[in-house]
């Protein structure tokens, strides 16, 4: 079979052919249908502090997928030839206090499929039972794929209540489109975007977003106090890593209000905790993962509504793996939303 591999400790990735893996205890084999890259395998792709500190390779990469079972390995029960099933990627121990107390999201223990193990960025590809989440059939696998990076979007905006809030979305990569649907299918009565790229703001508007705004040439904060009668957002989501952003949320939402923080920040960040957290009596939750299984399932009733406007985040489709080169490098110069293979062409 044809797979994207991390081969060397460098820049890049090759396109190998391997043979098909077979399912040992507790795992089964899919066929994949569609899988789509994550900012995680971008930063394998580049070979960042943090791949070059993780990632052993030779290994296959990626994670996100919707695949169809082909075979299934000892001791599986729970999973059939022919399940269409898409997986949470963070395979947990089930036996540490987390885990023991229902925050499988947090296990001490977490693996990572695709960073610490064989990923499905191939024809085939393994995938443990226990991660395995079944697909209902009318879910077009190029939807299917998208539902571990539509988890962590899921999480970060419905922390608290959504509907009728007014809301503030810093960052509209993959993740902050996805947050823009998630708010808007959730009843959100007006999301304004903040995000310095055109083409990102452009999708932002076709996702749904009701204003974009420019943080480089705009005063987020006045913009949005003039959109909300001087009040601020009820909600602030954080989904760009960006500590700027993160500062002009604080300042932007109304006290009171919540905060969902998503983006991962490249370094320790400083900002005026006293007067723009405390005094302000926020209420602020840090994101990380999906919660198992409560998230897989408001993500799936989401995708069966067809309230999702998925479409234009969906910027590139690609039959086959052949020209993963072109997609990393697209991705890398921030010029797409989520890119999808179907790699049986
Ligand atoms: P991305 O880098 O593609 O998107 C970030 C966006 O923020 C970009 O479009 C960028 O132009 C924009 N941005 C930069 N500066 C800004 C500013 N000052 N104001 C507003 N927007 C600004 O990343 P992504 O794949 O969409 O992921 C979003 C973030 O979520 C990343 O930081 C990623 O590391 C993080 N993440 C966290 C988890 C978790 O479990 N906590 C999971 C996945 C991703
Ligand atoms: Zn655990």
Redesign the pocket.
């Known amino acids: 079979m044809i797979a994207i591999m991390k081969s060397k400790p460098d820049y890049g990735a090759e396109l190998v052919e391997v043979d098909v893996p077979r399912p040992k205890e507790g795992e089964v084999l899919i066929k994949v249908l569609a899988t789509s890259i994550c900012?995680t395998d971008l930063h394998i792709y580049e070979w960042n502090e943090w791949a070059q500190s993780r990632i052993k390779p030779p290994q296959i990469m990626g994670h996100e997928v919707a695949g169809e079972v082909v075979e299934v390995g000892p001791g599986v029960d729970n999973i059939q030839i022919g399940d269409y099933i898409s997986a949470e990627t963070h395979i947990v121990c089930g036996e540490c206090y987390q885990c023991k107390t229902g925050n499988y999201h947090v296990c001490q223990n977490t693996k990572i499929f695709g960073v610490d193990s064989d990923g499905v960025f191939a024809e085939y590809a393994i995938v443990p039972a226990q991660n395995a989440w079944k697909n209902p059939k009318e879910i077009p696998p190029e939807y299917a794929t998208l539902q571990e990076p539509l988890g962590?979007a899921v999480d970060t905006v419905l922390a608290g209540p959504i509907a009728s809030k007014t809301v503030l979305i810093?960052?509209?990569?993959?993740?902050?489109l996805l947050g823009i649907t998630v708010a808007k299918a959730s009843g959100a009565s007006l999301v304004i975007v903040?995000?310095?790229?055109d083409f990102?703001r452009d999708l932002a508007k076709k996702v749904g977003a009701d204003v974009v705004i420019n943080?480089m040439e705009e005063d987020v904060v006045k913009e949005v106090k003039d959109l909300t009668d001087g009040n601020g957002v009820d909600v602030f989501l954080e989904?760009?890593?960006?500590p700027?952003?993160l500062e002009q949320g604080l300042q932007a939402v109304t006290p009171a209000g919540r905060v969902s923080l998503?983006?991962?920040f490249p370094r320790e960040v400083t900002f005026d905790i006293n007067n723009l957290i405390i005094f302000k009596s926020l209420e602020v939750h840090g994101?990380?993962?999906r919660h198992l299984w409560q998230t897989w399932y408001t993500v799936s009733n989401l995708l069966k509504s067809g309230k999702l406007n998925l479409d234009p985040i969906i910027t590139h489709k690609y039959n086959g793996l052949d020209k993963f080169e072109e997609a990393f490098e697209l991705m890398r110069a921030?010029k797409t939303g989520k890119v999808v293979f179907f790699p049986h062409k």
């Open positions: 900012g962590n810093t960052g509209a990569g993959p993740l902050g903040s995000e310095p790229s990102r943080p989904f760009s890593g960006a700027k952003a998503l983006g991962l994101i990380t993962g921030g």
